[in-house]
């Protein structure tokens, strides 16, 4: 054993100062990842909630004003509280204040990780008018082509609900209600069908027969939002 | 940090990851942000900008707090600094461009994997000063970040026709598909390596060359 490696082993912390060394480097990245978080957290709720709004006037054509609407006990009605859950849709009206249609959000899982879609609903017409991604981690140069391929956002602009959406090959588009898919992404594309089908289901015994929906109450339009 | 910037051997280390130590050309380090984000040039020069600043602040903390860092536990706690930074800058983009973290995604948190930013708090910021180190550390980004650079703009220019979303050739080009696929990433990374190592190859022979002109007349 040479001299060096004597005096390393002299050296050996004990099991304590090693744990303790642990501890502390994990106490110190805690509470810097904490302040971070909560120092980021209402830029980030802002962001959201901004991204959201921008997404219903863009779902839903000829919108100027948007309320919050919140099923609950059976019924839709108009929701006063802040922020949103999984049972609050959007409303659109029109600058008359008439209702024009529903923003409806649905969620799901794509090729990697959960992918949340906004799509804009005339129930009267029984027919989608627009679609937007709020979030996707979808593969950059493949399944992001969702939200950046135009011609595959442009499919929802005026889609047909009954009996229910179907993506089919590019270019193979035939019936009101089938959507191209996306070549070399096929999966993202049918989860993106797949979570609107799912959440027109769901919504589709909530929603009031057409004419009876919730008036407008708040006053948020496109210029506050 | 008392360090002369004017210090040859600083401006050196600095250098060093540029072109001779260069992390993907030479240390092949970093394949997999390398690969994954360089389908275009921006989300190439978002993730550079980002391993920057995660691999300048690592490398500093580590440097100055070398002599607490008991030898057994390094490795876990080199990890524990990095993955402090990561979600800094996490967190950060996701506040001020959320754009970009949108496209970047899941490969911001994967920082904390980059073999090239574990591999210079072991083997360099650990056994020197912290301005070498932060040199060491900027030099090494600056590589990876020309690395990714290189990669995105030749991938975004055949694949899409672009660059920077800016259009190139206008509607008559028929974008190869294929460069922006991970196939894309693995050819041009390959042309690229090739090219380094020829130059590599012909400055070593016109070396030699030299000396063997010199022994010559010698």
């Not at chain 2, 040859?8 to 993907?24: H, Y």
């Not at chain 2, 072991?122 to 590589?143: L, N």
């Not at chain 2, 990876?144 to 050739?169: H, K, M, P, T, W």
Request: with cysteine; net charge neutral; proline share 5%.
């Amino acid at each position: 054993m040479t001299i060096e490696q004597q005096s390393l082993e002299q050296q050996e912390p004990s099991s304590t100062k090693l744990a303790l060394s642990l501890a502390f480097a994990g106490l110190i990245s805690g509470i810097i990842i904490i302040s971070i978080f909560e120092a980021t957290l209402p830029t980030i709720t802002a962001n959201k909630a901004r991204e959201l709004r921008e997404a219903v006037f863009k779902v839903l054509p000829n919108v100027t004003t948007m309320q919050k609407l919140q099923f609950d006990n059976g019924k839709l009605r108009v929701r006063t509280e802040k922020g949103a859950d999984e049972n609050t849709i959007y409303g659109g009206y029109g600058s008359q204040g008439q209702f024009v249609g529903y923003a409806v959000e649905g969620a799901g899982p794509g090729f990697q990780d959960t992918i949340r879609v906004l799509y804009g609903y005339l129930p009267e017409q029984r027919k989608i008018v627009g679609m937007e991604i709020l979030e996707s981690r979808e593969t950059p140069g493949l399944g992001d082509k969702i939200f950046k391929d135009m011609a595959f956002v442009a499919n929802f602009d005026d889609l047909a609900v009954d009996p229910e959406i179907k993506a089919v090959k590019k270019g193979t588009k035939s019936t009101p209600f089938e959507i191209d898919s996306i070549t070399g992404a096929t999966i993202s594309a049918k989860a993106v069908v797949r979570i609107i089908n799912k959440a027109r289901v769901r919504w589709e015994d909530r929603l009031p027969a057409p004419g009876n929906e919730p008036k407008l109450e708040s006053k948020k339009t496109k210029d506050e939002g | 940090m008392a360090i002369n910037i004017k210090d040859p051997s600083a401006v050196q280390e600095m250098m060093k990851g540029l072109w001779r130590d260069n992390p993907v050309f030479v240390q092949v380090l970093g394949m997999c942000p390398m690969l994954a984000v360089t389908n275009s040039a921006i989300n190439a020069l978002a993730m550079g900008l980002a391993t920057l600043f995660v691999l300048v602040g690592s490398s500093a903390l580590v440097s100055a707090f070398k002599n607490l860092i008991p030898k057994q536990v390094r490795i876990s706690l080199y990890i524990v600094i990095i993955a402090t930074f990561v979600t800094v800058i996490d967190y950060t983009l996701l506040a001020l461009f959320p754009a970009i973290h949108k496209e970047l995604g899941a490969f911001i948190p994967l920082i904390v994997a980059n073999c090239m930013i574990l591999g210079r708090q072991e083997a360099f910021a650990a056994k020197h000063t912290v301005g070498f180190a932060v040199m060491d550390a900027i030099g090494m980004s600056a590589g990876f970040l020309i690395a990714l650079f290189a990669l995105g703009s030749v991938r975004e220019i055949l694949g899409n026709g672009s660059l920077f979303g800016i259009d190139l050739f206008g509607a008559g080009f028929e974008p190869w598909v294929i460069m922006i696929l991970p196939p894309g990433g693995f050819i041009t990374l390959g042309l690229i390596l090739l090219f380094f190592n020829w130059v590599t190859e012909r400055k070593t022979r016109f070396l030699e060359q030299v000396v063997a002109a010199e022994q010559a007349k010698g």
